[in-house]
């Protein structure tokens, strides 16, 4: 036999049983982006490797080890998207949807970064994000948070999970704090892991977000950059947190918030969960004013999130909320006897046509009439139509209850449009 040839490590199929789950979770979001009134944009999985290079920014996780790419033909330089926010700003300002106006978009598609596949963590992953422009007001800010708190309680996640905020301030005020919080480090460097070390110099405030233990010990001593807020800074947060504290969403502040990209300014925010081991945070964003400006648009505020499915999913799996998906099948239909195939065929097509809404399977592949009973039942169908050579002389055909104890019935080819739907009732 030939070698099998595997999927790629970190690159997951969902097979059919596992469908139905994503297909609730992805129209439960469509629902919960509509009611908001956004609007759905497609952008391109690979793009300019610049494009990530400039906004994500060069010393981040991301760019710094786990991007797919790679030269094509031309020799141009590409990367699979590691994220969606910098496309979407590409083509937002591409196709001029983003000066002197309101948007709010959102997106669903794969991303790539080449990390340590592990539970909740893979190579090639799903988001949903959420992206909004023009707006500088905390309204905004407050909007796509509640939008996000709507879809945990759709999904009856809400329990489950924790909101944790914070300000990283304007630019002027980060790097005013970014200084003093170099010359702490500094002062502490001999309690420092290699990793914090390296990250003082390159992009210090990701320091605060380092999981060693020794270091978080030592960080309750540092300065905090909300000691540095101006008051228009002091005020955008304090209205975030009036709009969420008057929807009853709760939050706490977690200053240790930092996001491990460039572009975020005041308002970022991260949900939070503690059932899915060290993978716990299952949707982040912020507020990102400089970005549309740095990828070469005109100045214009932008607040978003991205979140990751899998983890969704993974979630509603070891909470056993991913529940009773109803099944591919509604009705299958079986054929007894010579010379009943196309006639088989027409009333499967008369079906449809007339009951669009039901799953008709009609039976392929011949056998005897065991074999497609055996079928029928493990298609998971409510109601198997038995059509024989009988029934066809008489214009009729036999219903039979696979799940209920209806009796069995012998209907007219003309009245199944009335009598199927009462099986589904
Ligand atoms: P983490 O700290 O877990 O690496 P991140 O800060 O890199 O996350 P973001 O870039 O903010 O993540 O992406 C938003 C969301 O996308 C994350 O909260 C997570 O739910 C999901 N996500 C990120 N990377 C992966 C991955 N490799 N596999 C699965 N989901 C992911
Ligand atoms: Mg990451």
């Not at 391109?44 to 010393?59: N, Q």
């Not at 080449?114 to 023009?134: A, L, S």
């Not at 030592?218 to 807020?229: M, V």
Request: glycine share 8%; charged share 25%.
């Amino acid at each position: 036999m030939a070698k099998k040839i595997q999927a790629i490590r970190g690159m997951n199929d969902t097979l059919p049983e596992q469908t139905p789950v994503w297909q609730k979770l992805e129209s439960l979001i469509r629902q919960t982006v509509s009611s908001y009134g956004y609007s759905e944009i497609r952008m391109p999985i690979v793009e300019s490797t610049h494009l990530f290079k400039r906004s994500i920014g060069e010393v981040t996780d991301i760019v710094e080890k786990e991007m797919y790419t790679f030269d094509d033909r031309n020799g141009d330089s590409l990367t699979l998207r590691p994220e969606g926010t910098a496309s979407c700003v590409r083509a937002g300002n591409e196709h001029g949807l983003l000066y002197n106006q309101e948007r709010r978009m959102w997106y669903i598609g794969p991303m790539f970064r080449h990390e340590r596949p592990q539970k909740g963590r893979y190579r090639q992953f799903h988001q949903v994000g959420i992206e909004t422009f023009g707006m500088a007001t905390p309204d905004i800010d407050a909007e796509v948070i509640l939008l996000s708190a709507r879809l945990w309680k759709a999904l009856g996640i809400e329990q489950h999970v924790e909101l944790q905020l914070n300000s990283l301030g304007s630019n002027e005020e980060r790097n005013a704090y970014k200084e003093k919080l170099v010359e702490f480090l500094q002062a502490h460097e001999d309690q420092l892991d290699e990793d914090s070390k390296r990250r003082m110099l390159t992009n210090p405030l990701r320091v605060l977000d380092s999981k060693n233990e020794g270091v978080q010990a030592l960080l309750e001593n540092a300065p905090k950059l909300s000691d540095y807020f101006g008051d228009e800074t002091a005020e955008h947060f304090a209205k975030v947190q009036a709009y969420l504290d008057a929807a009853g969403v709760k939050y706490v502040i977690n200053e240790r918030i930092v996001r491990g990209l460039d572009y975020y300014n005041r308002t970022v925010f991260e949900w939070v969960t503690s059932s899915l081991g060290s993978q716990g945070t299952i949707c982040a964003g912020g507020r990102y004013d400089g970005l549309v400006e740095q990828l070469g648009g005109k100045a214009t505020p932008a607040v978003g999130f991205a979140m990751g499915l899998e983890r969704i999913i993974l979630m509603l799996e070891t909470l056993e909320l991913n529940g009773d998906v109803k099944g591919d099948v509604d009705i299958y239909s079986i054929l007894v006897g010579e010379n009943t195939d196309v006639a088989g065929f027409k009333v499967a097509e008369l079906v449809r046509d007339q009951l669009p809404h039901l799953k008709m399977m009609h039976h392929c592949g011949a056998g005897n009439f065991k074999k497609q009973m055996k079928r029928a039942d493990k298609s998971g169908a409510s109601v198997a139509l038995i059509i024989g050579e009988s029934e066809l002389e008489d214009g009729t055909v036999t219903i039979k209850d696979l799940q209920g104890n209806a009796e069995q019935k012998t209907v007219a080819i003309d009245s199944l449009v009335q009598v199927l739907p009462t099986y589904f009732a």
